[in-house]
């Protein structure tokens, strides 16, 4: 099978190079081929969606392009639209993910951008979206105006299938165009989704393009910098650190780098009757993509003293995590990601021989590993791909001095237990570095209109623009009609 | 015990005709003796659930991974007794991976065996430069032993080192490769992969080359370590051969570990990566990491070495080095890198380092 990614402006008299990254899953190979541009086309196409950005994204109301993207996430979620369906076959054959937890988490991430939810999003960012539209009057005098950048350069991740759409939806919503980079690791959607937005609304053709170059093409990316408003990239932070290095001074840089994230179940949540369900949560966060997203757990921290105690909810989240496998098979390791894991499980192993409470349960193809490791409540990240690590504590917050010291890399918690633990424990979490708390199964699905790593999402993006009270007095002296 | 057991490895050693059953044979009779006498080990094989009733052949025997040189005592002998130890020089979490000897007699004669038979191609010495610290300058170091058990044995009287705590010795060592290549006689060059790359190095900046004596050979081992600019595999051998004049053929790679006692070698790297074999007493099997079941031929997977010359740690290690099986041997394809995340989930290692406050 051969699929062209990416998206590009119509130029014409130019022929666009294309260079080939082959995938195999699932017994399928699938050939992509990504559009490589020169630095003179690249230059053409930079020119065009500036222009374009000023003269077309602008003059639409917030409105309308909130409708234009609702059209488009409505198709998507059509199971019977061409996009939707080839997304569906296409995309466990690229990432290796099963196909039945790509299809679910693609209707679960898709909801989060329909009409509403991006006028929550909006309304979260600006209180009043019309800001975006027209200066707004401020309560203390004056009017100010959101303007969005004219050009962000995105640099994306491929760990989540579909993730480019959160900037690529909120460089729209703020009436930037945008320039993207796709990652090897998954480099369709992002195409796809910015060729349903031209069917929709062809005016926006030239606003947007998706394009592949080599990751740390320094020459490449320090020119394209250079006529970048915003740059937004998410990596590694060696990745990000090197990116940033290329970012010209007055250019905003927009780093979304390496997190962590964990669990705390409070034995609120583990008596008889909710403790299934618990655990349940719990090894869904876990098998959601493979852990390979910021805000997958790596480590449960289990209150002791429920009727089900930390080694029984470790061993029963094994079987549990055995029960997902038969359903959604975790997607095939590379040799080096097998050699990894087995690095991992065999020195939790040998560290049984000192810790004899411990215990390292999975079975023999390493499909999932779960690790009790009673006191070791140190946060350490697991080596992924379905291997978590349970270990006890006596009080909740027993876990803040274990986060303590890794506050640049937090960021979500999943939390079981009862409404007050939650807000005595989440004010604790939020001085420690934690920037999202969320319920015990909702950790790989944020809510539109999350605090991405604690930032703005839309609000990062503009300049606001302020007419001040002294302006529109002087103004108004000046005025024809004045008496 | 103890002698009953070294002697019964040096027997197998000098025994050239040995047979599929006698290998048998003589791993699960180590097996045996370090299951009982090696108690780590004795607990890692019951916790793999293969204790000597289960296992029965050399296969069955559980892999001890390479990292449990760092975290166990793996000695049949008491370890204070020992004749010597060798150390990793990998020090992730600051811990050494130790390889206890109780007597050097077995790996002495493992790599005397064997190199004599791969890479003195019929000389019984051949003057020697050894681009590595002495033994008594890097005591610990399985290779500093290795060489200077080469350099005693096999090297003439004329033979030197030129690397001390100062580094490399380049006057020295350029004075020495112009006198043999004026002498016309075959030379030996035997060093650390890293100390060939920082001698190109020299010689280019210099804008020299030598053309070396017919018949003279190179044996470099260790890969680049970090230590110095890597180079492709391809590009080392060319340089190797356009510099010093010695053709890829007799370029020899020696792959070894501190944590076993027989080394590996190719026959020359005139194509990369090569095939690496060893003698009788050691033999290989590429597996899948996770499953510690073979591949299948011809497929990329991890390497175990089943060496029978470790006769006082454990027999079968695995290692964490890629490989292909083939026919006469493996190719061997480079440490497994670490498997970095693909997205914003945070890597073990840079976690690790972040922690320790040496990050970015």
């Given at each position: 099978?051969?699929?062209?990614?990416?998206?590009?402006?119509a130029i014409?008299?130019e022929?666009?190079a294309?260079?080939?990254?082959t995938f195999?899953?699932?017994?399928e190979?699938?050939?992509?081929?990504?559009p490589?541009l020169?630095?003179?086309?690249?230059?053409k196409?930079?020119e065009r969606?500036?222009?374009?950005s000023?003269?077309?994204?602008?003059?639409?109301?917030?409105t309308e392009?909130?409708?234009?993207?609702?059209r488009v996430?409505?198709?998507l979620l059509d199971r019977?639209?061409?996009?939707r369906?080839?997304?569906e076959?296409?995309?466990?054959?690229?990432t290796?993910?099963d196909?039945?937890?790509?299809?679910?988490?693609?209707?679960?991430?898709?909801?989060t951008f329909r009409?509403q939810?991006?006028?929550?999003?909006l309304?979260?960012?600006?209180?009043?979206?019309?800001l975006?539209?027209d200066?707004?009057?401020r309560?203390?005098r004056g009017y100010?105006?959101?303007i969005g950048?004219?050009l962000?350069v995105?640099?994306w991740?491929?760990?989540?299938?579909a993730?480019?759409?959160?900037s690529?939806?909120?460089?729209?919503?703020?009436?930037s165009?945008s320039?993207?980079?796709?990652p090897?690791a998954?480099?369709?959607?992002?195409?796809?989704?910015a060729k349903?937005i031209?069917?929709v609304?062809p005016?926006?053709?030239?606003?947007m393009a998706v394009?592949?170059?080599?990751?740390g093409d320094?020459?490449?990316?320090?020119?394209l910098?250079?006529?970048a408003?915003v740059?937004?990239?998410?990596?590694?932070?060696?990745?990000l650190?090197?990116?940033?290095?290329?970012v010209?001074?007055?250019?905003?840089?927009?780093?979304?780098?390496?997190?962590?994230?964990?669990?705390?179940?409070?034995?609120?949540s583990?008596?008889?009757?909710?403790s299934?369900?618990?655990?349940?949560?719990?090894?869904?966060d876990?098998?959601r993509y493979?852990q390979?997203?910021?805000?997958?757990p790596?480590v449960?921290?289990?209150?002791k003293?429920?009727?089900?105690?930390?080694r029984?909810?470790a061993?029963?989240l094994?079987h549990?995590?055995e029960?997902f496998?038969?359903r959604y098979p975790r997607?095939?390791?590379?040799?080096?990601?097998?050699?990894?894991?087995?690095e991992?499980?065999?020195?939790?192993e040998?560290?049984m021989?000192?810790?004899?409470e411990?215990?390292?349960?999975?079975?023999?193809?390493?499909?999932?590993?779960?690790?009790y490791a009673?006191k070791?409540g140190?946060?350490?990240?697991?080596?992924?791909?379905?291997?978590?690590?349970?270990?006890?504590?006596?009080?909740?917050?027993e876990?803040?001095?274990?986060?303590?010291?890794?506050?640049?890399?937090l960021?979500?918690?999943?939390?079981?237990?009862?409404?007050?633990e939650?807000?005595a424990?989440?004010?604790l979490?939020?001085?420690?570095?934690?920037?999202r708390?969320t319920?015990?199964?909702?950790?790989?699905?944020?809510?539109a209109?999350w605090h991405?790593?604690?930032r703005c999402?839309?609000?990062?993006l503009v300049?606001?623009?302020?007419?001040?009270?002294?302006?529109e007095?002087?103004?108004?002296?000046l005025?024809s009609?004045?008496d | 015990?103890?002698?009953?057991?070294?002697?019964?490895?040096l027997?197998?050693?000098?025994n050239?005709?040995t047979?599929?059953i006698a290998?048998?044979?003589?791993?699960?009779?180590?097996?045996?003796?370090q299951?009982?006498?090696?108690?780590p080990?004795?607990m890692y094989?019951?916790?793999?659930?293969?204790?000597?009733?289960m296992v029965?052949t050399?296969k069955?025997?559980?892999?001890v991974?390479?990292?449990?040189f760092?975290?166990?005592t793996?000695s049949c002998?008491?370890?204070?007794?020992?004749?010597?130890?060798?150390?990793?020089s990998?020090t992730?979490?600051?811990?050494?991976g130790?390889?206890?000897?109780?007597?050097?007699q077995?790996?002495?004669n493992?790599?005397?065996?064997n190199f004599?038979a791969?890479?003195?191609n019929g000389?019984?010495?051949?003057?020697?430069?050894?681009l590595?610290?002495?033994?008594?300058?890097?005591s610990n170091?399985s290779l500093?032993?290795?060489l200077a058990l080469?350099?005693k044995?096999?090297?003439?009287?004329?033979?030197?080192?030129?690397?001390?705590?100062?580094?490399?010795?380049?006057?020295?060592?350029l004075a020495?490769?112009?006198?043999?290549e004026e002498?016309?006689e075959p030379?030996?060059?035997?060093?650390?992969?890293?100390?060939?790359?920082?001698?190109?190095?020299?010689?280019?900046?210099r804008g020299k080359s030598f053309?070396l004596?017919?018949?003279?050979?190179?044996?470099?081992?260790?890969?680049?370590?970090n230590k110095s600019?890597e180079?492709?595999?391809?590009a080392?051998?060319t340089?190797?051969?356009t510099l010093l004049?010695v053709?890829?053929?007799?370029c020899?790679?020696?792959?070894?570990?501190t944590?076993?006692?027989?080394q590996f070698?190719?026959?020359?790297n005139e194509?990369?990566?090569?095939?690496?074999?060893?003698p009788?007493?050691?033999r290989?099997?590429?597996?899948n990491p996770?499953?510690?079941g073979e591949?299948?031929?011809?497929?990329?997977?991890?390497?175990?070495?089943c060496d029978?010359?470790?006769?006082?740690?454990?027999?079968?290690i695995l290692?964490?080095?890629?490989g292909?099986?083939k026919?006469?041997?493996?190719?061997?394809?480079?440490?497994?890198q670490?498997?970095?995340?693909?997205?914003?989930s945070?890597?073990?290692d840079?976690?690790?380092?972040?922690?320790?406050?040496?990050s970015?």
């Amino acid at each position: 099978m051969m699929e062209i990614a990416g998206y590009l402006p119509a130029i014409e008299g130019e022929e666009f190079a294309f260079k080939t990254l082959t995938f195999e899953a699932k017994d399928e190979k699938l050939a992509v081929q990504v559009p490589v541009l020169t630095k003179e086309q690249m230059d053409k196409i930079t020119e065009r969606i500036k222009i374009a950005s000023a003269n077309v994204l602008k003059s639409l109301t917030i409105t309308e392009i909130v409708q234009v993207i609702d059209r488009v996430i409505e198709q998507l979620l059509d199971r019977t639209n061409p996009y939707r369906q080839k997304a569906e076959q296409l995309l466990p054959i690229i990432t290796g993910y099963d196909e039945e937890l790509v299809r679910l988490g693609l209707t679960a991430y898709l909801k989060t951008f329909r009409k509403q939810n991006l006028q929550r999003f909006l309304v979260e960012d600006f209180g009043n979206p019309l800001l975006i539209d027209d200066f707004q009057p401020r309560s203390k005098r004056g009017y100010s105006k959101a303007i969005g950048p004219n050009l962000i350069v995105q640099i994306w991740a491929g760990n989540v299938p579909a993730l480019p759409l959160w900037s690529l939806i909120s460089s729209l919503l703020v009436k930037s165009g945008s320039i993207g980079k796709v990652p090897s690791a998954e480099p369709l959607f992002a195409g796809w989704f910015a060729k349903m937005i031209v069917d929709v609304e062809p005016k926006l053709a030239d606003c947007m393009a998706v394009v592949w170059w080599k990751g740390g093409d320094e020459e490449k990316e320090r020119h394209l910098f250079q006529q970048a408003d915003v740059v937004l990239a998410y990596g590694g932070n060696e990745s990000l650190d090197s990116i940033k290095s290329r970012v010209p001074i007055t250019t905003r840089f927009l780093p979304f780098g390496h997190k962590i994230s964990f669990g705390i179940v409070s034995k609120m949540s583990l008596d008889s009757r909710k403790s299934w369900k618990t655990i349940h949560h719990a090894a869904y966060d876990v098998i959601r993509y493979d852990q390979q997203g910021c805000y997958s757990p790596h480590v449960f921290y289990v209150q002791k003293g429920g009727n089900v105690s930390p080694r029984e909810f470790a061993r029963l989240l094994a079987h549990e995590l055995e029960g997902f496998e038969k359903r959604y098979p975790r997607r095939a390791l590379s040799v080096e990601e097998g050699a990894s894991m087995a690095e991992w499980r065999q020195s939790e192993e040998l560290s049984m021989y000192i810790n004899r409470e411990k215990e390292v349960l999975g079975e023999v193809s390493g499909a999932w590993t779960v690790v009790y490791a009673d006191k070791e409540g140190e946060l350490v990240p697991s080596c992924l791909n379905r291997v978590i690590k349970v270990t006890e504590i006596n009080e909740l917050t027993e876990v803040i001095p274990y986060i303590d010291t890794h506050r640049a890399y937090l960021q979500t918690v999943g939390i079981a237990s009862t409404p007050n633990e939650l807000f005595a424990l989440s004010d604790l979490l939020g001085k420690a570095g934690v920037t999202r708390i969320t319920g015990l199964g909702s950790m790989t699905s944020p809510e539109a209109g999350w605090h991405h790593d604690g930032r703005c999402n839309l609000l990062d993006l503009v300049n606001m623009v302020d007419i001040e009270h002294s302006a529109e007095e002087y103004a108004e002296s000046l005025a024809s009609y004045v008496d | 015990m103890t002698h009953e057991i070294v002697d019964s490895v040096l027997q197998f050693l000098k025994n050239e005709s040995t047979s599929d059953i006698a290998f048998n044979d003589q791993a699960l009779r180590l097996f045996n003796y370090q299951y009982k006498h090696n108690l780590p080990f004795q607990m890692y094989c019951r916790q793999k659930g293969k204790t000597p009733r289960m296992v029965k052949t050399w296969k069955d025997i559980p892999a001890v991974p390479i990292n449990a040189f760092k975290d166990l005592t793996l000695s049949c002998e008491d370890p204070e007794k020992a004749e010597d130890i060798f150390m990793t020089s990998g020090t992730t979490k600051g811990v050494r991976g130790k390889h206890f000897h109780p007597t050097l007699q077995v790996y002495d004669n493992s790599m005397l065996i064997n190199f004599n038979a791969r890479f003195m191609n019929g000389y019984e010495s051949i003057r020697t430069g050894i681009l590595f610290p002495t033994e008594a300058e890097m005591s610990n170091s399985s290779l500093s032993h290795y060489l200077a058990l080469a350099f005693k044995h096999y090297g003439t009287s004329e033979s030197r080192y030129f690397v001390n705590n100062e580094g490399l010795q380049v006057e020295q060592l350029l004075a020495e490769l112009r006198e043999v290549e004026e002498l016309g006689e075959p030379y030996a060059l035997l060093g650390a992969t890293f100390s060939f790359v920082h001698l190109f190095e020299e010689l280019q900046t210099r804008g020299k080359s030598f053309n070396l004596p017919k018949g003279s050979r190179i044996l470099d081992t260790g890969g680049f370590k970090n230590k110095s600019k890597e180079l492709e595999l391809g590009a080392f051998y060319t340089q190797l051969s356009t510099l010093l004049g010695v053709e890829k053929s007799n370029c020899i790679n020696m792959y070894g570990m501190t944590e076993l006692s027989t080394q590996f070698y190719d026959s020359g790297n005139e194509v990369v990566p090569s095939l690496k074999s060893g003698p009788h007493w050691i033999r290989t099997r590429v597996v899948n990491p996770l499953t510690g079941g073979e591949v299948a031929k011809g497929e990329r997977g991890v390497l175990v070495h089943c060496d029978l010359a470790n006769f006082n740690s454990v027999t079968t290690i695995l290692t964490e080095d890629l490989g292909i099986e083939k026919e006469a041997g493996f190719l061997l394809l480079g440490r497994v890198q670490g498997a970095e995340a693909k997205g914003c989930s945070i890597a073990v290692d840079e976690f690790i380092r972040a922690a320790k406050g040496s990050s970015l």
